[in-house]
């Protein structure tokens, strides 16, 4: 993953170099050459995916690519690296924060035995009804007919076990390591909220949405709140699509692997406008 970018870019090759100095591991090697066990990790995975994202900005700057965007957000962590990239960290600082939060989350993971699953084509009232049955929350609300629940272990298997009787199509439990925003993070967000109180934010120079809400946040400590409160919340992504195209975005690029945000993009709504870049050779056809 990035390792085209760091090999032809100059100025990525320079963001992993810098992640090594502020990390004080090499991230470029983790993620280049894996092993995957090490690079999954939740704490070693958040940095990777925030480097590389900015890593292919600079490269589209570099290339006289670099759109002129005017809206940036992205999902869960890569809400941290669209905010780093609208000014409200410099590079170093959004990285210590990312890395703090995967930290403090896989922590939390491991002191805990949660789960996830993904409820496929259902309506928001009856993903809260299999919620408040079974005891688990809803952590992903990514676009239409896909919503991921979070909780416990048991209670997630418990609802994937029953979700049939109860009329849902269907069900496919995650193979993820804990229970992401969901009640189990608690332990992760109250650290994180005392981490961020030595953290510098200033205001975005471009308009960002905010996961907890699918709303406009633009104050430093408006965004500081929802960070913290994004550990444990429901991410409305689906909301932040839709608002940025309310907000005038007629087009949106995504920055990262797998193409995993222009599909939900074109689950939402087909006729928008989506393209995702992952690696070097993906430049050139923009």
Known sequence: MGRS???NSPAARALYVQAGQVLGWDLAKVSFE???AELTQTKVCQPALFV??????AALGEAGKQPKAEIAMGLSLGEVTALTAAGVFDFATGLRVVAERGRLMQAACEKSLGSMAA?????RAKVAELCREFDVEAANFNAPGQII?????AKVDALVAGAKDRGVKRVMPLNVAGAYHSRLMEPARMAFADFLRGVEFRSPNLTVFSNTTGQRVSQPEEIRAALVKQVVS????EDCMRNAVAAGATEFLELGPGGVLAGLARRTEKSWTVRSISEFGDIASL
């Open 5 to 7: 970018l760091h090999d």
């Open 34 to 36: 894996g092993p995957e």
């Open 52 to 57: 590389h994202g900015l890593a292919l900005w």
């Open 119 to 123: 409820v496929i084509g259902e309506e």
């Open 149 to 153: 629940v979070s909780g416990e272990k």
């Open 234 to 237: 429901s991410v409305l992504w």
